[in-house]
Antibody
């Protein structure tokens, strides 16, 4: 059974840093790209960042580029999101998601998500 | 970036109703469109991928259609467990899988 469990959220002051982790199990972690998606309380879903299976390809949303760093440790089956220079608008639930494709390889989607971890940026 | 819009932003319906939600992309995305359901306090759940393919385990009352820029999610007979928020997501411009703003379905 695929399981993703985020941790590391909490209350942090503006301008400070925080590192989120996502522990993965139930699948061959280093076969798959992974993503972070966030959701401000009461708002919609926002894709944040992605990392390929070997960390060779990384992308960020413009809203976090230069402040957030995605990484992974395939030996530990763990995905990370290092967040720095945090702002009030970064307050959100942060979800990690496993990238999947259908049998044809054409269609790409998030079939598995963690339960999320809440990051609150406030003084 | 590809922008996604949804309509309506919310709707009220009764159990047994047929419900239709529309999603529009700012450019053609072929059939690279996913639908998710999210209940309060929970992670999103994949319903439909490739515009019309039902994810394993999802009830057949859910269906998706469309291609190009205009897409539809239909719930043929709304059940009590279907009251939730629904999001579309484009997968044309991977890996930047942008979402629509959501449609909240609540009880009339």
């Amino acid at each position: 059974e695929v399981q993703l469990v985020e941790s590391g959220g909490g209350l942090v002051q503006p301008g400070r840093s925080l590192r989120l982790s996502c522990a993965a199990s139930g699948f061959t972690f280093d076969d798959y790209a992974m993503h972070w998606v966030r959701q401000a309380p009461g708002k919609g879903l926002e894709w944040v960042s992605s990392i390929s299976w070997n960390s060779g390809t990384i992308y960020y949303a413009d809203s976090v580029k230069g402040r957030f760093t995605i990484s992974r440790d395939n030996a530990k089956n763990t995905l990370y999101l290092q967040m720095s220079s945090l702002r009030a608008e970064d307050t959100a639930f942060y979800y990690c998601a496993k990238a999947s494709a259908d049998g044809t390889g054409f269609y790409y989607f998030f079939a598995y998500w963690g339960p999320g971890t809440l990051v609150t940026v406030s003084s | 970036d590809i922008q996604m819009t949804q309509s309506p932003s919310s709707l009220s319906a009764s159990v047994g109703d047929r419900v239709t939600i529309t999603c529009r992309a700012s450019q053609s995305i072929s059939s690279y469109l996913n639908w998710y359901q999210q209940k309060p306090g929970k992670a999103p759940k994949l319903l439909i991928y490739g515009a019309s393919s039902l994810q394993s385990g999802v009830p057949s009352r859910f269906s998706g259609s469309g291609s190009g820029t205009d897409f539809t999610l239909t719930i043929s007979s709304l059940q009590s467990e279907d009251f939730a928020t629904y999001y579309c997501q484009q997968s044309y411009r991977t890996p930047r899988l942008t979402f629509g703003p959501g449609t909240k379905v609540d009880i009339k």
